[in-house]
């Protein structure tokens, strides 16, 4: 697969990144480097061996000069702390910091962790002790310079707190340049009891955090920002490999994680003083029944997370007297477990998460345990002897994030009753219909995912007050099924913590909702007519997401907004298929009186889908003042919609009319309007959007829609129009002259069956501005005449003999197709110089005559082809249309012959 991609893309140059011993090129499919081909490879190495055997050039990257060193070294301690009042550093404090950054030796790993360590710390005695620490500091493990270990080790050893240092080894357990969801980590950490008890797990959670933000503070972690489960943190390969040392003596860890190990090679074996031992995100297929785990006795925690196991052996668990932590997580094909399982009598952790478990061993014996994880298993019963497991904080039992349900029907009341210490109980994705009563007596939860068949359940739960319950996703009704349709209604599962679903069900009464409810899904309640019709709305002080949809009774969204709480602040409003909806609004809310401030001054993402009789999105310009917050509009499949943004009634006869209003959203990044039939504006002739945040427009068969009315948006990346009458108007250029960042942004054109528009670019003034342009794609736009239009008051001019180069540097593709009426790309006037083109197609442009492409000239003058063109798409039956096409030079057609191809659209 290497091979080919590489042969695809020569010249290419290849960058191999840590590479720790020698190996054949063509062994992992990468073709010999030579002058011929013009490739070149690239080797990164600690080892000097490593690059004298791969026969490459070696060149030595230097480390900081000690000016450089200073300055990273400043950056990442904070000067704050350091500097007197007249600015420099403290003198007290300015001969020991330049001792310690000279103890560093110019290695920026160094560096940063070093100055990590010290973040904060202004005393100068305190600085002299770390000094004399750092040189103090042990040295030497194998591939890492002694002196940066000594340097890595002294971060490590000013945590001081061990409980810390434990934490920032059990990462080390896991495979080099492994992201880790913070929120695992920390669960992970007080698993092991790294984390003293507290009231709450919530504030053993807290703690968490806070060692975790010390471990990143000193540069020991890597906080990765995550899109969609949270954040997360990663190692840097030498930092474990110090940590991996550290773990050789004590504790002693034996960690063979992330190798693609099909089986446990004979050097991984088990010693008497080892602890923890990781084999997680291998390929092991069986434990062999001769495996000598006897013989490490103080075994705690065993991680076999990610392999590929089946069965494993009874003799395996016979000798594990205080094992604790068992992680059998995500071997799919494993489908049994030994009843030895039962004689680990301190397993406090048992994670048997997506597995094809059908049935687990009695877990009478198992009384220490505290965590069970039976999540994504095919398991069809409660496990015997759950209701034994006093200790019990943490149950799992629920289906996966596949989309796969759980099969078990109901967990007994007297099981859940006597399981008091639950402080987690997740148990949605699964067909167990629990009672409202029975989890209300659970008084120490603090997480609750499961499912309420009926709304009085839900109605009684809340009478019980549960207090402490801090996290919550409550389906109420029918069963819930995650799935692709799931996420699509609610993007933000996984952050937000507290959500409740009512699915196909009557809601219409009394109090159902939390106080402190994030998010609220609406599905297909028909008595529903606006979020008013729940008693408590008015209390939702901190609803965030809300999704409504197939409601067939939803007539607005807001009947009052009279101490509403709600329309400040939702971020996300996905509405879909509500076919009794007419407004956003009860009729005449707005035109009434102005929206109460702060009106949808949250709002970031507005959604609307199938939602028939709607006509306008927002009722009144008057809102757009709030819509501070919106990045994102998506319209589809609305066929009455007329308009996104109306005007107000009592403004459309004023005085001033030719007065253009500006309705600015400066931070929306899409507008996206699909299937929609009945739109004529996206807001009135008499005003103008400007949203300078803008980088994406994506319009799809909106025939009706006549105008565009975008000051030309700075970051404007794609736009997609497709269906439309025209696409940029003239007027637009005339009202707002291009600035220098108009388009700058812009990297794709995508505009089709625009009927009427007769210009892509109406002025090659633009054209300066388009340099980040990659792609410009036209098709069946039946009176599209020029691509790039030329100014008129420039074309008559002095010097009309000048040609004007129109340069689009990163112009990659070029498609026209099926443009009946085009008579040139640009005016005669004028070339187009793309010097990174690769993809030209053009057909059904019969009335083109000039093909306007500059082409590099070399040493004698002579045409050549840009460097990275490739292919030039013709239609077998326009044959003749190329041959008789001009070009600029009298070579060109025949130099390029060899890249047409003529192709078929049978």
Not at 162 to 175: E, M, N, V
Not at 616 to 624: A, D, E, Q, R
Not at 682 to 709: F, H, N, Q, W
Request: aromatic share 6%.
């Amino acid at each position: 697969m290497l091979s080919k991609m590489l042969e695809t893309h020569k010249p290419y140059l290849l960058i191999l990144d840590d590479v720790w011993s020698r190996f054949e090129l063509e062994d992992v499919g990468v073709p010999e480097p030579n002058v011929s081909n013009g490739c070149k490879l690239v080797l990164t190495t600690r080892l000097q061996e490593v690059a004298r055997s791969m026969g490459c050039r070696r060149i030595k990257v230097e480390t900081l000069s000690k000016d450089e060193a200073l300055k990273l070294f400043l950056n990442k301690v904070g000067d704050a702390a350091l500097s007197c009042t007249g600015g420099g550093i403290k003198r007290d404090l300015e001969s020991t910091l330049k001792d310690i950054v000279d103890e560093c030796d110019g290695l920026p790993l160094a560096l940063i962790t070093v100055a990590g360590s010290l973040k904060g710390i202004s005393e100068s005695r305190l600085w002299s002790v770390a000094l004399n620490e750092l040189r103090d500091c042990n040295r030497n493990v194998a591939g890492v310079d002694a002196d940066e270990f000594r340097i890595l080790k002294f971060s490590y050893d000013r945590l001081k707190n061990q409980k810390i240092q434990y934490c920032f080894l059990y990462c080390a357990l896991y495979p080099e340049d492994c992201k880790i969801l913070e929120e695992k980590i920390i669960e992970r950490w007080i698993d092991e009891g790294f984390i003293d008890e507290m009231d709450s797990r919530q504030s053993m959670k807290d703690a968490g955090y806070g060692f975790l933000k010390k471990l990143e503070d000193n540069s020991l972690l890597e906080l990765i920002e995550g899109e969609f489960f949270g954040d997360c943190v990663s190692m840097h390969d030498l930092i474990r490999d110090m940590a991996l040392h550290i773990t050789q003596t004590s504790p002693r860890f034996l960690v063979a994680a992330g190798k693609s190990l099909t089986e446990l090679p004979e050097k991984v074996k088990c010693t008497e003083d080892v602890e923890k031992v990781s084999l997680m995100s291998n390929s092991i297929e069986e434990i062999p029944s001769s495996f000598a785990f006897s013989t490490c006795p103080r075994l705690t925690t065993l991680l076999l997370a990610s392999n590929k196991l089946s069965t494993i052996p009874e003799s395996v668990f016979e000798h594990m007297p205080e094992l604790k932590i068992l992680d059998l997580s995500f071997n799919w094909e494993l489908s049994s477990l030994p009843n030895s399982i039962s004689k680990l009598v301190k397993l406090t952790t048992l994670l048997l998460e997506s597995t094809s478990l059908e049935k687990v061993p009695s877990l009478s014996g198992l009384g220490s345990l505290k965590k069970l994880n039976l999540r994504g298993t095919k398991i069809k019963e409660v496990p015997e002897g759950l209701g034994m497991l006093k200790d019990l904080k943490c149950l799992f039992l629920c289906g996966s994030e596949r989309g796969h349900n759980l099969e078990i029907d109901e967990i007994a009341d007297g099981v859940l009753l006597n399981l008091s210490k639950l402080e987690e109980l997740i148990v949605n994705w699964s067909r167990i219909k629990l009672k409202g009563d029975v989890v209300g007596r659970l008084k120490k939860l603090e997480v609750f995912h499961g499912w309420f068949p009926t709304v009085n359940e839900m109605r009684i739960f809340l009478k019980c007050q549960p207090t402490r319950l801090g996290d919550y996703f409550i389906n109420v009704g029918s069963e819930l099924v995650l799935d692709y349709r799931f996420r699509q209604i609610l993007p933000t599962y996984g952050k937000i913590k507290k959500i409740v679903v009512f699915r196909k069900t009557s809601i219409v009464g009394e109090n159902m909702l939390f106080p402190s409810i994030q998010a609220l899904c609406v599905d297909a309640c028909h008595d529903i007519r606006s979020l008013n019709d729940f008693s408590t709305i008015n209390d939702a002080t901190d609803l965030r997401e809300c999704c409504i949809l197939d409601c067939d009774g939803m007539e607005c969204i807001f009947s009052s907004l009279i101490n509403n709480p709600v329309v400040q602040t939702v971020e996300h409003l996905n509405l879909c298929g509500l076919h009794k909806l007419d407004g956003l609004f009860e009729a005449n809310i707005i035109a009434k009186s102005s929206p109460p401030p702060r009106t949808f001054s949250s709002l970031v993402v507005v959604k609307i889908s199938s939602c028939s009789k709607l006509k306008k999105l927002f009722p009144s310009w008057k809102l757009v003042d709030y819509l501070q917050s919106l990045r994102r509009i998506e319209v589809f499949g609305c066929i009455e919609m007329e308009e996104i943004i109306g005007l107000d009634p009592e403004e459309q006869g004023e005085e001033g009319e030719d007065i253009i209003k500006k309705l600015i959203l400066p931070r929306l990044t899409l507008l996206k309007l699909w299937a929609l039939p009945a739109l004529k504006s996206i807001c009135t002739r008499r005003a103008v959007m400007v949203c300078d945040s803008l980088e994406e427009i994506k319009i799809y068969d909106c025939k009706g829609l006549r105008r565009i009315p975008f000051h030309l948006p700075p970051n404007l990346s794609l736009a997609w129009l497709d269906n439309l009458d025209w696409a940029f108007e003239e007027e637009l250029i005339a009202m707002s002259p291009p600035q220098p960042s108009t388009f700058s942004s812009l990297k794709e054109v995508n505009v089709q069956q625009c009927k009427r528009g007769n210009k892509l670019f109406p002025s090659w003034k633009l054209v300066e501005y388009l340099q980040s342009l990659e792609k410009i794609e036209v098709f069946d736009c039946e009176e599209m005449e020029e691509i790039i239009a030329s100014d008129p008051e420039e074309e008559g001019e002095e010097g009309g003999d000048t040609i004007k180069k129109l340069i689009l540097p990163k112009l990659k593709e070029l498609s026209l197709q099926d443009l009946p009426a085009l008579k040139s790309i640009c005016s005669r006037r004028a070339v187009m110089v793309c010097d990174s083109l690769e993809e030209i197609r053009i057909c059904g442009c019969k009335g083109l005559r000039r093909m306007p492409l500059s082409l590099p000239l070399v040493d004698n003058a002579q045409p050549s082809p840009p460097p990275p063109l490739k292919t030039i798409y013709i239609r077998q039956r326009e044959e003749e249309w190329w041959e008789s096409l001009e070009w600029d030079h009298p070579n060109a057609k025949d130099l390029l012959r060899p890249m047409v191809k003529f192709f078929s659209t049978q």
